[in-house]
């Protein structure tokens, strides 16, 4: 009795919970996937944070000079601070 499993195919739901990898799967997480990334900002986000730039997907001008200004994305170049420790340190 050959159960009909294909019905059950070219859902997300299938996708993640079953690890489906068939064709049909597969396109019904990238569209999904497409989705996502052209959903807009919500209005809700806070703007002008590292947050929301990173997480939301936001290009607006205060998120992306708070990500350019994050400690995470600053080139370090050894400063003048640096040579002091070191002095100090003898
Ligand atoms: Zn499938
Ligand atoms: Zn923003």
Redesign the pocket.
């Known amino acids: 009795m050959a159960t009909e499993t294909s019905s059950?195919?070219?859902k997300i739901s299938?996708?993640t919970n079953?690890k489906?990898?068939?064709a049909?799967?597969r396109g019904a997480m990238a569209a999904y996937q497409r989705g996502r990334r052209a959903q807009p900002v919500p209005a809700s986000a806070v703007h002008g944070t590292e947050n929301t730039y990173t997480n939301r997907g936001c290009r607006c001008v205060p998120c992306r000079e708070a990500n350019t200004a994050s400690p995470r994305n600053q080139r370090r170049s050894p400063t003048r601070l640096d040579k002091v420790r070191t002095a100090v340190q003898r």
Do not use: L, T, V
Request: aromatic fraction near 10%; charged fraction near 20%; proline fraction near 0%.
């Open positions: 059950k195919h070219g299938q996708y079953q489906c990898r068939c049909a799967c």
